[in-house]
């Protein structure tokens, strides 16, 4: 079974940055991350779990409109490794983000624990 986990989250003032990392895990599943659409969400207090940002197996990426041109997915298939550099923070960023995997052989998708960004001055 594969396991996601979060890191990089943490307290940031308003107007800076964060690179969030995911790693999938155990690595006899790289085959898997190498073929799956991998995605970052979030979900802030009281609200719908929304779409971040997502990176295919292509390499094709999309970001929602809230961070277009201020946050970067990439993805390191020899680590079984996801990022999302983000910057020009905001109070409004302030949430739990998570990462997503999707494969055609997981109904449903992959889904992470969860790390904290707070935004906040």
């Known amino acids: 079974q594969v396991q996601l986990v979060e890191s990089g989250g943490g307290l940031v003032q308003p107007g800076g940055s964060l690179r969030l990392s995911c790693v999938a895990s155990p690595r006899i599943f790289s085959s898997i991350f190498s073929r799956s659409t991998m995605s970052w969400y979030r979900q802030a207090p009281g609200k719908q779990r929304e779409l971040v940002a997502s990176i295919t197996s292509g390499e094709n990426t999309n970001y929602a409109d809230s961070v277009k041109g201020r946050s970067t997915i990439s993805r390191d298939n020899a680590k079984n490794t996801i990022h999302l550099q983000m910057n020009s923070l905001s109070p409004e960023d302030t949430a739990v983000y998570y990462c997503?995997?999707?494969?055609?052989?997981?109904?449903?998708?992959?889904w992470g624990q969860g790390t904290q960004v707070i935004v906040s001055s």
């Open positions: 997503k995997l999707d494969w055609v052989g997981y109904s449903g998708g992959r």
